[in-house]
């Protein structure tokens, strides 16, 4: 009968390695794009309270932060202990906010301007008078829909 | 005069390639280690608009009221009784889902008005665990609602069906201002 012989080499033949910095380049590419470096520094003490209700914020262009906080230590000469709000990238004062409202609106299309959320970022001590107020400022200046920025329990 | 000859030779040497992968490498290293992919959570919540008039004095049923305080040492009154964190969404949940059994709770879902008031001494801390609560509550009731109904948890039904959930179990909250405590 008729057989065809195998000639195949029995050798495995390497993995060519020529295309791996093409690979890691690709990857490296995906992680600059997605790093984001944080162009704000935070001035407050920021450490968020614990809860397990949370729901993820979509839209990150519709998402604006306002941080109320002690004042981190090397402020602290200057500004003293009590809590204090930030907005962008300075201290704020509770009569900024209607402006800041405004400004943060109008950076996106007026269509969806009513969709803007604010997030507020509050450090767990703080106690709830200037949060309070801040809402208060938000109602009169009809942002309304608002986050309470919480981290996932862990034990959870 | 002496002159130094090159010898080296005039031949273009190609680049080697082969300490590239290393260089992207670093690189990616680098990336990974301060990239921070930030999630953002939070509690949502809507505030109701702003209006001068003072809002309408309480005119509902005390019992579909729920009143939750927190006063100024982050102690909580629910109902005129004190009581944990931990037991408020059980309490909340036996307040929402009534439906009229007992006359001390809410008629129906939909009437049932949880009220929140806390002072301006209590803590963010508090606060947030109380709305947590609250809002777990609501979800509670909720899924069960939609496990009865559609036998599905409420995150896993389709959007309309999500809505009618809510809106048999909407979530009432009213907020007053806080007091003011003297200290």
Do not use: C
């Not at chain 1, 500004?79 to 509770?94: C, E, I, V």
């Not at chain 2, 953002?40 to 702003?50: A, F, T």
């Not at chain 2, 009143?67 to 909340?92: P, Y």
């Not at chain 2, 008005?113 to 301006?120: A, E, G, K, T």
């Amino acid at each position: 009968m008729a057989q065809i012989k195998k000639k195949k080499e029995r050798k495995a033949p390497g993995i060519s390695t020529s295309s791996l910095p093409d690979i890691i380049f690709i990857l490296l590419f995906f992680f600059m794009v997605v790093t984001v470096l944080r162009e704000m520094e935070i001035k407050v003490q920021n450490k968020l309270p614990q809860a397990t209700e949370l729901t993820k914020l979509q839209r990150k262009s519709l998402v604006s932060h306002i941080y109320i906080g002690k004042p981190k230590p090397k402020y602290a000469d200057q500004l003293g202990t009590a809590p204090r709000l930030q907005l962008n990238d300075s201290f704020a004062k509770l009569e900024q906010i209607p402006n800041y409202v405004q400004t943060e609106r109008n950076t996106v299309p007026a269509k969806i301007a009513d969709q803007m959320t604010f997030a507020l970022k509050v450090d767990q001590e703080t106690e709830m008078g200037i949060v309070s107020d801040v809402k208060l400022k938000l109602r009169k200046s009809d942002a309304l829909k608002i986050n309470y920025a919480a981290r996932k329990d862990i034990d959870n | 005069m002496l002159q130094k000859k090159s010898n080296r030779s005039r031949l273009t040497t190609e680049m080697s390639t082969g300490s590239m992968a290393d260089i992207a490498f670093l690189l990616l290293i680098f990336f990974l280690v301060t990239t921070t992919i930030q999630v953002e959570k939070g509690i949502l919540h809507q505030l109701p608009p702003w209006t001068e008039e003072e809002p309408p004095e309480a005119e509902k049923n005390d019992r579909n009221m729920f009143v939750v305080l927190i006063n100024a040492n982050d102690q909580l009154l629910v109902e005129g009784q004190q009581m944990k964190v931990d037991n408020l969404k059980e309490k909340s949940k036996r307040f929402i889902d009534n439906r009229g059994k007992r006359d001390d709770l809410s008629d129906s879902p939909d009437e049932a008005v949880i009220s929140l008031q806390n002072d301006r001494g209590t803590s963010y801390d508090m606060y947030i665990q109380v709305q947590n609560e609250l809002k777990a509550a609501y979800n509670e009731v909720r899924d069960e609602w939609a496990m009865q109904q559609y036998g599905r948890k409420m995150d896993n039904l389709p959007g309309p069906k999500q809505d009618s959930v809510k809106d048999e179990y909407p979530m009432k909250l009213s907020e007053a201002e806080p007091k003011q405590t003297a200290n």
